[in-house]
């Protein structure tokens, strides 16, 4: 039975191939993401080494010269764009960092490249014909990384922010609503747009609202108007958050760099670093004793944001939690996420909030990319009666209702899957999954 859905999986894959990279889905994302890479190149490690290659090597055209890795690099389009924003409405073209040629967004997404590389290097047949690949790949991450902690981590605390909710990849999380509410919107002074994720009529009460697509576009403006300086902007932006998913995959990254770096024989010494300096500043600054978990923190204002979210433990990644602080965490994972009931892991919100919602987007939903994170971190600490239900019930979502952009939590749901179907990196973590 599992090996059929390795077939589908694969196939998955290759359906959504464009002859240059790995589109998410068939058609509601038609250009290439930033961390979907990622997490589609390792599905590809388990089958087809040379299309990995080709899916991290095409990412990293858009790097820009700064470092920055964008969110989204787009292929070219006739007629009118079926995804918004578009290459036109993000006004890249006249940045000066940004290479020739090559159509990106002005933001990025959460650093996966570096423990995806690393994954991949343990995945493929031949190590040894692997190294050249990592020995290409290692400066462009390393220049990635260099960005966030120089542009990103001002105070130098190794926590480097995002400005914008789409660059943690969990756009519409609780976690943002305070930030985001914050912000004051003249709708007369908006650009004009029109939002292309609801053609699906369904999909309208699963997707982030008009008042959060307002916002979305109120922040790209801004930085389209700054031409995407970093000073003016690290001066100007509304939202500046310390997310501990996008700093614990940071974390992790850096973490398996140095590995990489033993491998081909290169100077670790930054990742050493900048790992020691991020894992002190988790746990000094965005750990809450209080609900054992980690806080996001609001720069802007100055305060922490109370986190019920998947992104909470995303640290467990990358050991940055001590035992007993994994342990807690696990617990509150296990009792108070899953609201003590008869649910899939992980949702992408406490079930015992006021706010969860099943079946709308990062406000409840399982995703198979954040448990497949989580069942790293638990099996990292041991944890393996957790790691081997998050394993056994993301393979279970997958066999029984499909490759689907995200779940709905509760096991007694008949029908299934939310978003898109024929998701790429549901199918190349499924991959992964039963490969592990």
């Known amino acids: 039975m599992t090996n059929n859905y390795s077939e589908q999986a694969k196939s998955v894959l290759q359906s959504n191939w464009t002859g240059e990279f790995t589109k998410p889905a068939p058609h509601l994302y038609p250009h290439q993401w930033n961390w979907d890479s990622g997490f589609i190149a390792l599905g590809y490690s388990h089958f087809d080494e040379d299309s990995a290659k080709k899916e991290l090597r095409h990412l990293f055209k858009g790097q820009w010269a700064n470092g920055m890795l964008p969110q989204i690099q787009f292929k070219k389009e006739s007629g009118i764009s079926k995804y918004f924003p578009g290459a036109d409405f993000w006004q890249t073209s006249k940045v000066l960092d940004k290479p020739k040629n090559v159509r990106t967004s002005g933001i990025t997404m959460p650093p996966v490249h570096g423990f995806i590389l690393w994954h991949m290097a343990n995945n493929v047949t031949d190590k040894q014909s692997f190294l050249p690949f990592i020995r290409e790949m290692f400066p462009k991450i390393k220049r990635l990384h260099q960005y966030l902690y120089v542009y990103r981590d001002l105070e130098k605390e190794g926590l480097p922010y995002i400005r914008h909710p789409w660059s943690s990849g969990t756009d519409n999380s609780p976690v943002w609503d305070d930030v985001m509410n ?33 916002r979305y576009v109120y922040l790209v403006d801004l930085f389209r108007k700054n031409n995407y300086n970093e000073e003016l902007l690290d001066q100007l932006s509304p939202f500046k958050v310390q997310d501990p998913l996008f700093i614990g995959i940071l974390n992790y990254s850096n973490e398996c760099m140095v590995k990489l770096a033993e491998i081909i024989d290169v100077d670790a010494t930054p990742f050493i670093n900048w790992r020691n300096l991020t894992t002190k500043g988790l746990n000094s600054k965005l750990w809450n004793e209080s609900n054992k978990r980690y806080d996001a923190y609001d720069l802007v204002n100055h305060q922490r944001l109370s986190n019920f979210t998947c992104n909470s433990f995303i640290p467990l990644l990358s050991g940055a939690p001590s035992v007993e602080r994994a342990q807690q965490m696990l617990q509150v994972m296990f009792n108070e996420h899953l609201n003590n009931q008869d649910h899939y892991p992980c949702p992408s919100f406490a079930l015992n909030q006021e706010k969860a919602n099943y079946e709308k987007y990062w406000r409840g939903p399982v995703w198979i990319n954040i448990n497949w994170m989580l069942y790293l971190g638990c099996k990292r600490y041991g944890f393996t009666e957790a790691a081997t239900a998050i394993r056994d019930g993301s393979i279970e979502l997958i066999e029984k209702f499909g490759f689907h952009e995200y779940f709905d939590p509760r096991k007694s749901i008949l029908k299934n899957g939310y978003g898109t179907d024929n998701f790429s990196w549901s199918a190349a973590l499924y991959l992964e999954f039963i490969n592990s």
Request: no cysteine; hydrophobic share 20%; proline share 6%.
């Open 182 to 214: 914050r912000i004051e919107i003249d709708r007369f002074e908006l650009p004009t747009y029109e939002r292309k994720d609801l053609q699906n009529k369904k999909a309208k009460s699963h997707r982030p609202t008009d008042a959060d697509y307002d």
